[in-house]
């Protein structure tokens, strides 16, 4: 018997009974849809962290003074300084130590207010600080420049104006900081190009100034945070108790890697629990497959009958209704899978985490950022391809067995 | 296999249908011997065994006991997939109620047995066209079983039967379900095929007006062969075979 004519056979015996193939098929597209859209969503959001996080770099520690929440003494609460540079620096393997200034603004541009960052930070060595920062227009201003700035490209392009340039290089920006009354100007000698975010920033709403001028203009010698570069992910571990031995709970230390390795490992696990959902579905899809196969078998036992009398074999008999189950499987995992990658951009927008807790993964606070984009990797494409003409072939097993094992004469005196 | 070898013969044949714990035996030891190119019918009352002996001669069914020869091969030493092929090779089918697959038209019910092994799909429709064209059916090869008469069905299932140029044809009351008109034109068409290509039928019927067509009657009863009575002498050959 030719493989053409098994397939030949069992299309018609499969449009011979439309609506119940029909069904049957929708089972096991919405099982390999629903996986393939819940794991590619939370791989995507993954990537996503990942990458933000990545802007930082895996060997970057974080320092911030721990305000008054953590200090049990008596004094206030505790501030990085000038005078912390030296000894975070003297530690071995670090690199470089990068103090940064942060403070909220409302910024008016074209008659419209965007909220933004001022940020005070060496601007020679941003490209470092976040990876992959280039500039659209203009260029970085001197470190010792006090009066000039680059912008974020959502400053100079912000949403509130649909994406139109409000800000132009060599134009004039002037922001208020928190509450107060007065206003900061600088000059913009550079826009940045588009880029995201990153662990605690969101430079495309950032205003980049020199170090000095943020000391001069928010008037503190206090720092809002010190980046420490480790010459290797190897020994960030070893930098992190360094500097705890030497502040105590004095400072929050984050490492952008292990809050990236815990954010992995916490959507390597929705992905596997919504994963599983989908295989719970795809079951009951089998379970479905298996039923429809049982009756099939049992309606069309004088049809079995005939075709042993003309001279079919066994496995002929099992081929075709195994050949009609992977059919099933193969249409249901085709559509599933295409329905999937319908489903995964449908569904981009509502799988995000808040951005509440104080640090932003992109999209949660903002507009202008796009929700994740789905990771469809060619395993699970393979997978919700193949899997359902797996199960659906292990469902028909048993049913295309019995059919196979009929008894030719009580098959045919069957009503 | 020499041309004097028997089409089928069976020795001392018992079949047994266990029920339970209780035994019904429907065959009680038969031997027959059946010719090449003969034509013969079975008789008998319902549940005189005569369908069972039928399904025997077919390896459609085992006996119970007792040797089975089909074309010089003793089936009982068979497993299902040598049977299997014994009836795709050897054998052809036709039944009162003509058992044809309904959501196939006519030609491709015809195909099927061809389809078992593997004929290419040209030579596969050209034979079977030929056969329906045979039994009077060209035109209406692309009708389902439903779309035609009743005497048009077992002139479908005749040719699925012929398609694969058995040795052996077995039918169960072929004429059953059929009007005196279709019953005469399968009847003639049977007997034309066994006189020119010496293909041999076993018949079951309870229609005297077929039984009278054929070469033998064999009379069944509980079990047992009560009678056997030769009306005329097997005309094979007569012309050239195709």
Redesign the interface.
């Known amino acids: 018997?030719?493989a053409?004519?098994l397939l030949r056979?069992g299309a018609?015996?499969l449009l011979?009974r439309k609506v119940r193939s029909v069904l049957t098929i929708v089972g096991i597209m919405v099982g390999s849809a629903i996986i393939l859209a819940l794991v590619a969503s939370t791989s995507g959001l993954s990537a996503g962290v990942q990458a933000n996080i990545e802007k930082i770099g895996a060997n970057t520690i974080i320092v911030r003074g721990a305000g008054g929440q953590f200090t049990s003494g008596a004094t206030s609460s505790f501030q990085l300084s000038q005078q912390d540079l030296p000894q975070l620096k003297s530690i071995p393997d670090v690199i470089s130590v990068t103090p940064i200034y942060s403070r909220g603004v409302s910024v008016s541009v074209g008659g419209q207010t965007v909220s933004g960052s001022l940020v005070g930070v060496d601007l020679s060595v941003l490209p470092e600080l976040y990876k992959g920062i280039g500039l659209a227009e203009g260029s970085y201003p001197s470190p010792y420049d006090p009066t000039s700035a680059v912008i974020g490209n959502g400053i100079a392009f912000p949403v509130v104006a649909s994406g139109n340039q409000l800000v132009d290089v060599n134009q004039a920006v002037s922001m208020k900081i928190g509450t107060s009354k007065t206003s900061l100007t600088f000059l913009v000698k550079g826009i940045l190009a588009p880029y995201g975010s990153a662990l605690f920033a969101n430079v495309d709403e950032d205003i980049f100034v020199s170090l000095q001028a943020a000391q001069i203009l928010l008037k503190t010698p206090y720092y809002s945070s010190i980046y420490v570069a480790v010459d290797s992910t190897d020994n960030v571990a070893a930098v992190q108790t360094a500097i705890q031995t030497l502040y105590g709970t004095q400072v929050n230390i984050i490492n952008a890697g292990s809050i990236a390795s815990s954010i992995s490992a916490v959507t390597s696990q929705i992905t596997v629990f919504l994963g599983s959902i989908g295989s719970v579905v795809l079951f009951v899809a089998a379970i479905g497959i298996a039923n429809t196969m049982y009756v099939a078998v049992m309606e069309r036992t004088?049809?079995i009958?005939?075709?042993?009398?003309?001279?079919?074999?066994?496995?002929?008999i099992m081929g075709m209704f195994l050949t009609e189950a992977a059919i099933t499987g193969v249409v249901g995992g085709v559509l599933g899978t295409g329905l999937g990658f319908i489903l995964a951009y449908a569904m981009g927008g509502s799988l995000m985490f808040g951005g509440g807790g104080g640090f932003r993964f992109g999209g949660g606070s903002s507009a202008a950022t796009p929700p994740p984009t789905p990771v469809f990797s060619p395993e699970l494409i393979i997978f919700t391809l193949t899997f359902p003409v797996g199960m659906a072939i292990l469902a028909g097993l048993y049913p295309a067995w019995r059919a196979s094992k009929m008894n030719?004469?009580n098959a045919?005196k069957y009503e | 296999m020499s041309r004097s070898a028997p089409g089928v013969q069976i020795i001392d044949v018992t079949k047994v249908y266990r029920v339970g714990h209780i035994d019904y035996p429907a065959l009680r030891g038969v031997s027959l011997r059946i010719e090449r190119g003969e034509l013969t019918c079975i008789m008998g009352p319902s549940g005189s065994g005569k369908s069972t002996l039928l399904?025997i001669i077919?390896a459609?069914?085992r006996a119970t006991s007792g040797r089975v020869i089909i074309g010089g091969v003793d089936i009982r030493k068979l497993n299902?997939?040598q049977l299997?092929?014994?009836?795709?090779?050897q054998v052809g089918?036709v039944?009162q109620s003509f058992?044809?697959?309904q959501?196939?038209t006519a030609i491709e019910n015809v195909e099927?047995?061809l389809?078992?092994?593997?004929t290419p799909?040209k030579v596969r429709k050209d034979r079977s066209l030929k056969l329906l064209g045979a039994v009077g059916l060209a035109s209406k090869r692309n009708k389902r079983p439903l779309e035609l008469s009743g005497g048009e069905q077992q002139r479908v299932a005749i040719a699925?039967a012929l398609v694969?140029q058995p040795a052996l044809v077995i039918a169960d009351e072929p004429t059953g379900n059929l009007d005196s008109k279709s019953t005469r034109e399968v009847l003639d068409y049977v007997v034309e095929v066994n006189r020119t290509s010496g293909t041999t039928f076993v018949i079951v019927t309870h229609n005297q007006e077929v039984a009278e067509r054929t070469h033998r009657i064999i009379s069944i009863r509980d079990g047992l062969i009560e009678k056997e009575q030769h009306l005329q002498r097997i005309d094979m050959y007569s012309k050239p075979s195709e």
């Open positions: 018997m030719k053409i004519d056979l018609k015996a011979d004088r049809e009958g005939i075709l042993k009398a003309l001279g079919f074999k066994g496995a002929q030719i004469v045919l | 399904n077919g459609l069914d299902e997939d299997a092929l014994v009836r795709n090779r089918f039944y058992n044809l697959i959501r196939l099927l047995p389809i078992a092994r593997g799909e699925r694969t």
